[in-house]
Structures are given as structure tokens and as C-alpha cells.
């Protein structure tokens, strides 16, 4: 078998190879005479048929699965030879586009692209700062305070509504005193101040009483998501069935029942609180300070990427942002526009290459207690966490991607061995990006309104 080797540009190889003769008719003339032992043809015994009979019946399509068999094997074979790694499979060029004839050489030319050669920069210089905070009493008292919120109940009152109030109400909306489509509707339950609705549109309830009817304007931002909208101003009629106020539970052992404290009360419930923010803290330090060294990492070194790689990324992404929206059918991947998860799908490509450099420079190995300690973790959010550590150890899938993880954390703690790190002393709260109790939720504006 002859190989030749070229470098077309950039990270594409061509890899021309040619396969005897002798070598496709052998391994044809093995697979007919193979299939004349179990061939059944009209007028012939079974294993009766002659060599020549089941050659001219089936030559041609036992001729192709041989090609197509050596055309993987003689690949891979010319690779070894090489001692290339493709970053993704091979685009095949048979010569004259044709599968050989009796006698004629299989030739092809192979086009795929290789792995960036990475040479690691810039490590002496990489910089990060270290969050250095504490959770205090005042923050243990906040979450508490957060959690009956997430248990409040509601009470009808007389007075004007206010933020943090809740108002059930029925509205119409039109644009130049023409209705449209969604723009209407019945007993809708809207709490003041969350922001889930226009600003435009709560700014009109605030103050409004039950039995209350009330018109007002509302200006669609100019990049609305539907389009016959953005940037009219629209006339909203609106009337309330009720305002209720907000009616928190109180800080009483049954409180404490609705978070699993059987035992110990308030006080051991504020004592898990302040565990789970700690952890929360803790991981949170640990991710800012992973990307920093990473960024940093990334602008020190550039890399030429193999398309590939990068498409293959782009592909996940897309699949990833389909499950997010609740989008089962995986062919409509293709329909998001590329442009959107290029940069994401680059970084994330490059940062696999660099990281994986520094496991196989380093020579790092899967450290067990880590694994140990992630897999604890993760149980910890089921009823029975021993049972659903002993179901992760039997999950190939899942081993894979937690001893993955854990040699990227492996990494990341040489990286930053090497980094000059600076503690830069915070809150909880800012570091936790926590606001208001009424504020704290990452709306999604799903309402229309």
C-alpha cells in the first residue's frame, strides 16, 4: 500500500493512498466464493452454485462492500503509518469518482484536518482575584426571610395596591382601538414589582383598588419579540377582582416541617441554611476563580481550530438550546442560525484543547476522592443519596462525565498554582449577586404584557 502526505492549509491534511489490485480481487474472489456455499439461485443446489454463476450474479455489489470496507481499513492503516489524529472524520475522493474495475488499483485521496500543535504561553502571567467573604448572621437571616417568601400566602385588603401586592385582574388591550391577539385576558394573577409584566403595564396598576376599572397606555419596547408590536403604544382597559397582600408564615416548628427539620426547630433550620450558603460560597469562589485562570488562559493562547471540532460544538449547543425551550424534535437544530453559538462553540473548543494539553503535559490522573466527593454531592439532592451514589457508579455516561470534570478541576488547580492570586475581600450578598427578597427571581418576562 502506498501513502503520500499533504499539507493543504492550515490544519487540513490530504492523505493519498493506493491499495494493490491483488489486495481488492483477493478479498473479493474470499467474499464470492464465501456466498457460493449459501447462495440460493433458481436451478442450482444449495453450495452447488458455480464459482462463475454467482460471480456474474453478484460481483459488482460484492465489489463495492469490499471498497467500501478497505477504503475504512486501508484508511485507518495509512493513519497508523502517518501517525496522524484526525480532529473529525475524512471527506473521501475516489480516483474518477468510480469504484475500480477488475484489475485496477483502489486509489484515493483522504481530506481531513489535525489538531492544533500546542505550545502553552503566558502561564507565569496569568492573574486572578479571590472573592474572601463570610456568610454572617444578617445573611442567614435574609435567606430565612427568602424562604417565607417562597411560602407566603395572600390576604384580600382594602387599601390601593403596592409592590409586593397581588392583583387578579381582567384587561384588554388594543393598538390605534384595534385589538390583537394575545392582548387579552381573564383573572390574571399579577404581583407588583416583580417585573414580569411591561413596565408600562404595572406602572398602570399600581395604586388600584378592587372593583376598580382603569385605562391606560403602554409602550412596547422597540426590539418586542413580536414584531407587529415592537415599539407601538397600545390602550389597556383593565378591572380588578381583587388586591391581596402578601401574609408571610411564622418562624414556628411547622415552618420548619415544610424544609425537613422533624427536630431541632428554627434554630437547626438556620443552621442547614447556613450550611447550604456556605457550600454555595464555596463554589462560587471556586467558579470565579476557574474563570479567570481559563479566561486568562484562552488570551494567551490562540489556536487554530479545526472546523470540525468547532461545528461539532456548534451542533451541541443547538441541541442543548432546543432541550432548554422544551423542543424534543432534534432536527430542528439546524434551523437556529449558526452565528449564534459560533463564539460560545470557539471558546468552548479551544478550551478543551488547552486543558486537555495540560492533563497529558502534567500527566494527570482521575484523582478518586474527587470523584468520591463530587458523586456525594450530586446525591445529595436525592431522598436516598447512598442508593443514588451506588445507581452513578453502574452509569458509564455518568462516570465519564464526573471523572471528566474532575481532571478539568485537576487542571485548574495547576493553573492556578501557577497564577498570582489576590484576595479581594466582599459580601455574601454581592458575591451571590442577591437582591431584595421581591427581587431575587431571574424572571423570564414570559408574560406578553
Known amino acids: 500500500m502506498q501513502v503520500s502526505l499533504e499539507k493543504s492549509n492550515g ?53 463495492v462492500d469490499v471498497v467500501n470496507d478497505l477504503l475504512q481499513t486501508s484508511y485507518n492503516e495509512a493513519l497508523a503509518q502517518q501517525k496522524l489524529n484526525p480532529a473529525g472524520g475524512p471527506r473521501i475522493d475516489l480516483k474518477d469518482n468510480k469504484v475500480p474495475g477488475e484489475g485496477d488499483v483502489l486509489e484515493y485521496t483522504a481530506v481531513f484536518e489535525v489538531y492544533p ?21 444578617e445573611d442567614i437571616d435574609a435567606m430565612v426571610d427568602n424562604l417565607r417568601h417562597q411560602r407566603a400566602g395572600w390576604d384580600a385588603v382594602e387599601r390601593a395596591a403596592k409592590d409586593g401586592d397581588r392583583v387578579l385582574i381582567d384587561f384588554e388591550g388594543s393598538v390605534d382601538g384595534t385589538p390583537f391577539p394575545g392582548g387579552k385576558g381573564e383573572r390574571v394573577p399579577v404581583v407588583l414589582g416583580e417585573k414580569r409584566m411591561l413596565p408600562d403595564f404595572e406602572a398602570g396598576l399600581q395604586g388600584i383598588k378592587t372593583d376598580e376599572n382603569r385605562e391606560f ?32 408564615p411564622a418562624l414556628d416548628d411547622e415552618f420548619c ?4 427539620i422533624a427536630e431541632g426547630g428554627i434554630e437547626k433550620l438556620r443552621s442547614e441554611v447556613a450550611d447550604n450558603m456556605r457550600r454555595e460560597l464555596e463554589d462560587t469562589v471556586r467558579r470565579k476563580l476557574k474563570d479567570q485562570a481559563l479566561d486568562a488562559l484562552l488570551k494567551a493562547n490562540t489556536l487554530d481550530l479545526p472546523k470540525a471540532l468547532v461545528d461539532d460544538e456548534i451542533e ?6 432546543l432541550v432548554r425551550i422544551g423542543v424534543r424534535d432534534a432536527k430542528k437544530a439546524s434551523e437556529l442560525p449558526r452565528e449564534l453559538f459560533e463564539d460560545q462553540a470557539v471558546k468552548r473548543v479551544s478550551l478543551g484543547l488547552l486543558v486537555g494539553e495540560i492533563i497529558n503535559q502534567q500527566r ?5 476522592k474527587r470523584v468520591d466527593e463530587r ?5 445529595g439532592e436525592y431522598s436516598k443519596p447512598s442508593d ?13 462525565q464526573v471523572e471528566t470534570l474532575v481532571l478539568e478541576d485537576q487542571a485548574v488547580d495547576w493553573l492556578l498554582d501557577k497564577a498570582s492570586v489576590t484576595d479581594k475581600p466582599t459580601t455574601f450578598k454581592a458575591l451571590m449577586n442577591l437582591h431584595d427578597h421581591d427581587h431575587d427571581h431571574d424572571h423570564d418576562h414570559d408574560h406578553d404584557h
Open 375 to 379: 458523586l456525594e454531592r450530586m446525591a
Open 217 to 248: 397606555g403602554v409602550k412596547f419596547p422597540d426590539d418586542y419579540h413580536a414584531k407587529e408590536l415592537a415599539g407601538k403604544k397600545a390602550s389597556f382597559k383593565v378591572s380588578v377582582h381583587s388586591v391581596e397582600g402578601q401574609v408571610l
Open 117 to 137: 500543535e500546542i505550545k502553552l504561553k503566558g502561564l507565569e502571567d496569568i492573574k486572578v482575584e479571590r472573592p474572601v467573604a463570610e456568610v454572617s448572621g
Open 364 to 368: 494527570l490522573a482521575v484523582d478518586p
Open 316 to 321: 451541541r449547543l443547538r441541541r442543548d438550546a
Open 11 to 63: 490544519l487540513e491534511r490530504r492523505l493519498k493512498v493506493q491499495v494493490p489490485a491483488e489486495r481488492v480481487e483477493r478479498e473479493t474472489e474470499d467474499r464470492l466464493k464465501s456466498l457460493s456455499k449459501r447462495a440460493k439461485i433458481d436451478g442450482f443446489r444449495p453450495g452447488k452454485v458455480p464459482f462463475k454463476v454467482v460471480k456474474q450474479r453478484f460481483g459488482d455489489q460484492v465489489r
Open 257 to 260: 416541617k415544610a424544609f425537613g
Open 388 to 400: 443514588a451514589v451506588r445507581s452513578f457508579r453502574q452509569n458509564k455516561d455518568i462516570m465519564h
